[in-house]
């Protein structure tokens, strides 16, 4: 009895993978879902929006971007985790939600490592420490000198509690020896408006939602992640020249689904996002950000994922960082 039974079971699994793979090769055949983990405007929308439209023309069907904002990402990246692995629930891959918010918080939902599928990294971008125009200072040393003067007067916008934001900013502080408060938004577009608005004054963000802002002068640039100094902003320092290497990290923005995606599917989104970053139109709108195009394979990308889950693990510990 035992016996039949595990063989009963075995074929329904055979049969199960079998339907897998006649799926995974008719795969797309209905519009599939990008989700970004955070409100419209900040940088994972922005990728997004760039790619999935020539990605959609390259698989052959629509790709439709859906916003899905709240705990630093953790909300999105949960239901993307809990999507059937079909490829037609996919999702942006953030640092927050797969290294930062994870690192931080020991009730995270999933594991950034176990529970999705990478795919493709589609970009490196700077991150940048700006002011309004209001704050007394247009430059690193002013800048450091104006909050060691006031200790807590000052606070600071992030896109969300125990993402990238937070935590290198947390990190910058404790290595700079300054004190700001934090306030987290359900990401980086509605902590720009708040800090172009003058509600905050200092934000951290990524570079390619800050930068419209920086270019019109309604946020001031203080100093940025990023390997060299940035060809947009010749005059901004990077973290490094401040000496303060650890917190010259770039954020990365790709593309993963849930664990157990099916090779072909990987495969199919993985070669539709090269073939849309054939196109120099959309390897501009990329670049012009002062971001750089990856475009890795799935081994690498998790790789990537798994190496920058340690650093912030390592971060976490070092500096004793913990949730609020
Ligand atoms: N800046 C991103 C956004 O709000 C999220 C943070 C990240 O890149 O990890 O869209």
Known sequence: MKRRTSWVAAAALL???????????TYPNKVVRLQVPFAPGGTTDIVARVISEPLGKALGQSVIVENKAGGGG???????????????????????????????????????VTDFTPIIN????????????????????DFVAELKKNPGKYSYASSGTGGIGHLQTELWKSLAG???????????????????????????????????????GKLIPIVVAAPQRLTQLPNVPTFKEVGLEPVNRMAYYGILGPKNLPKEVVDKVSNGVKKALEDPAVRKRIEDTGSLIVA?????????????????????????????
Do not use: C
Not at 79 to 86: F, H, I, K, M
Not at 189 to 198: C, F, I, K, S
Not at 296 to 324: M, R
């Open 15 to 25: 049969a199960l993978g079998a339907s897998a793979s006649v799926l995974a090769q």
């Open 122 to 141: 589609i970009a490196a971008t700077p991150n940048v420490i700006a002011v309004h125009p209001s704050f007394p200072a247009r430059n690193y040393k």
């Open 296 to 324: 890795n394979t799935p081994d690498q990308f998790a790789a990537q994922i798994k190496a920058e889950f340690e650093v912030y693990k390592k971060v976490v510990d070092a500096q004793g960082l913990k949730l609020d």
């Open 74 to 112: 953790v909300v999105g990246a949960t239901e993307t985790v809990r999507a059937t692995p079909d490829g037609y629930s996919l999702g942006m891959a953030t640092v927050s939600t797969t290294a930062a918010n994870p690192a931080i918080n020991p009730k995270n939902p999933y594991n950034p």
């Open 178 to 216: 300054v004190f700001i408060t934090h306030i987290p938004y359900r990401g980086a577009g509605p902590a720009l408006n708040d800090t172009v608005a003058g509600q905050v004054p200092i934000i951290f963000d990524n570079m390619p939602s800050a930068l419209p802002f920086i270019q019109t």
